[in-house]
């Protein structure tokens, strides 16, 4: 009874948190639209017995998700969407995996400290944080400023209100979410297997490439992961820094419901995105579980 309590537990903790909701969602993306309260139709109503739930279900279809399939908005949407965030989370693995080993060959007393600085920003607020780009990316930013007073630019660059400053609020904010899997893979490292390689005859950056790069793919995989899951949905980070060109489905997501009250529409176009997520993080965890087997 130990044993399946334990067990229990979290899956209970799954189905209550995620899969009520999602078949809630999934339950309003198969409805149409109505002006009403709740906005969509059908609504089940057990006082009519099992009448009453047959009518329930004939209601439901999948006008909501053709529409989504025959809509070019949305279809833009979806790829702009993983434009963007596969975009970010390689500019993010450029900075962060520098970063990582940096800490990861620093002397050990640092190691606390760096770690700190790294996880620092989570201390503020992260509306705050995005906000702050605000100030620095504007015409009459910081960034323009300096660059004017050094002599680099004559005019003010157009940053903000652009794709390019959606790039730099993901990167910045997603950065540690990379440094940290890949310093943990990185602190795990034998050293003796790069001297070894460099014994053998290996260059450093060829011990790097043969060696350090491949024992720490685990942690550039979930670092990747962690970044391009909540890049995709992004809704914050687009609407206060991009423009009205930059199109993501998040923003999309929160127009049809809260703009456009299309409770219907907005739900497909959410189970859409979780599939869209769901697919690459089974591969992963199948990944890791072939590469688990094959190291036993």
């Not at 099992?50 to 979806?78: P, R």
């Not at 390689?197 to 024992?215: H, Y």
């Not at 990747?224 to 423009?243: M, R």
């Amino acid at each position: 009874m130990r044993r399946l309590f334990l067990i229990a537990t979290p899956y209970a903790w799954l189905a209550f948190f995620f899969l009520v909701p999602f078949g809630i969602v999934f339950k309003i993306a198969l409805s149409d639209y109505a002006i009403s309260i709740p906005p969509y139709t059908p609504t089940l109503d057990l006082s009519q017995g099992w009448a009453g739930v047959k009518e329930f279900l004939d209601g439901l279809d999948f006008e909501n998700f053709t529409f989504l399939a025959s809509d070019a908005l949305y279809i833009k949407a979806y790829l702009s969407s993983l434009k963007i965030a596969a975009i970010s989370t390689f500019i993010t693995l450029l900075v962060a995996y520098p970063i990582a080993y940096g800490m990861a060959q620093a002397p050990d007393e640092w190691r606390p400290t760096l770690m700190m600085l790294v996880i620092l920003p989570f201390w503020t607020s992260f509306l705050i944080r995005v906000y702050s780009w605000i100030g620095i990316l504007s015409g009459e930013g910081f960034l323009n400023q300096i660059l004017m007073w050094t002599g680099i630019i004559s005019q003010p660059l157009t940053i903000l209100n652009t794709n390019t400053a959606v790039y730099i609020g993901i990167v910045y904010t997603y950065l540690p979410f990379m440094i940290l899997p890949i310093y943990a893979a990185l602190e795990k490292l034998d050293i003796s297997l790069i001297e070894a390689a460099e014994d053998l005859g290996c260059t450093r950056i060829q011990a790097f490439w043969l060696v350090t790069f491949p024992l720490s793919r685990p942690g550039v995989i979930a670092g990747c992961f962690l970044v391009f899951i909540p890049a995709l949905g992004e809704f914050v980070i687009p609407s206060i820094l991009g423009g009205n060109e930059t199109l993501m489905i998040g923003k999309t997501l929160y127009d049809e419901f809260f703009a456009n009250r299309d409770w219907p529409v907005a739900s497909a176009v959410a189970v859409v995105l979780l599939l869209l997520l769901i697919v690459p993080i089974i591969l992963f965890q199948r990944n890791e579980q072939k590469q688990r087997e094959a190291g036993l």
